[in-house]
DNA sequence: TAATAACCAACTAAAATAGTCAAGTAATTA
DNA sequence: TAATTACTTGACTATTTTAGTTGGTTATTA
């Protein structure tokens, strides 16, 4: 598991996608125009998220992307996984590159550590973060509410 | 917060320090050695990890580094983010760069993912890692047991 | 058939990662 | 105090990844 900018290039774009496409194919253009990502690079990223069944494509005038599953089904590990597609070597996998126990030791325990970090943005789906934000959107809107009240009933 | 194999690298030798260090100082060449990392490039990582008041050092003859707080005060989020002290500037900071609503909202998705995976590294102490993992090798070791006495008690 | 938009591949510039080298400085021990 | 050991610092380099460019092709629809 990494954590790059490409990483947030691709859940920005998917999340960009989740929020203009309503039943539509989003061209990628438009998502270039709306999160200032070039047209090329997000190519790059949608055919490997394509290929890793994140979103399906519709080719030709009015075409362009669709969510392959629903928001509460794609995770964000997933979507980080899907572009980060390297083969991620761990230094020593099982026996290889093992000098001594020693070694062992510390790459079980980044191994566990990175194991406990894709658990946890594997529990991420894109449809539970945009619910989060927007919850958070009303409670700061009625905490503006209940102040202009207090204040007007004053 | 980014993830990448420099974290990684900086993880596995604050580990090896921890599991090495019997409350004496550990020498990078040891490090260096055991961990397969090279010494200069333990050298530029882990002065920034004395910055950040992760370890100390200790001159001379002997010397070498020490950790700076407890195995439970040091988590895993303070070391990742000692060695990728870039600024790591968000594209749209509050004002700048924003087009209009959209790539504001997107951006703020990113930015509470990106808190959420902070706080949950944060919750990650070292001790805590070789903790679990002393645990899970008991684990392994007394089901092999069971096993044996069951066979044998056949 | 003309316009649109996905698909593809090779290429390049810039940045980050990983490592090297060399000349220091500080602390310890003999 | 001289020699040793080990950390410190900075400049430099190679490699890899990121990000973007160019120039196409294929499929679809109006």
């Known amino acids: 598991m990494r954590l790059t900018t490409k990483g947030r290039y691709a859940v920005t774009a ?16 438009d998502i270039s125009d709306r999160q200032a990502i070039s047209l090329s690079y997000l190519e790059q990223l949608f055919s490997k998220l394509r290929k890793n069944n994140i979103v399906k494509s519709i080719r030709g005038p009015g ?12 995770s964000v ?15 020593c996998d099982g026996r290889a590159n093992c000098h001594d126990g020693k070694q062992c030791l510390t790459h079980n325990l980044w191994v566990d550590l990175s ?7 594997d529990n991420i789906s894109i449809g539970e973060l945009i ?20 204040t007007t009933s004053q």
């Not at 075409?63 to 794609?74: F, P, T």
């Open 131 to 150: 619910k989060q934000n927007e919850q958070q959107a009303n409670d700061r809107l009625s905490s503006i509410t209940n102040t202009i009240t207090v």
């Open 63 to 74: 075409g362009g992307y669709l969510l392959n599953a629903s928001r509460d089904e794609i």
């Open 77 to 91: 590990a997933h979507i980080i996984n899907a572009v980060n597609e390297s083969i991620e070597l761990s230094r």
């Open 115 to 121: 194991t406990r970090i894709n658990d946890f943005l």
């Open 14 to 29: 998917v999340l960009d996608l989740a929020l203009n496409s309503h039943d539509k194919p989003v061209n990628l253009s």
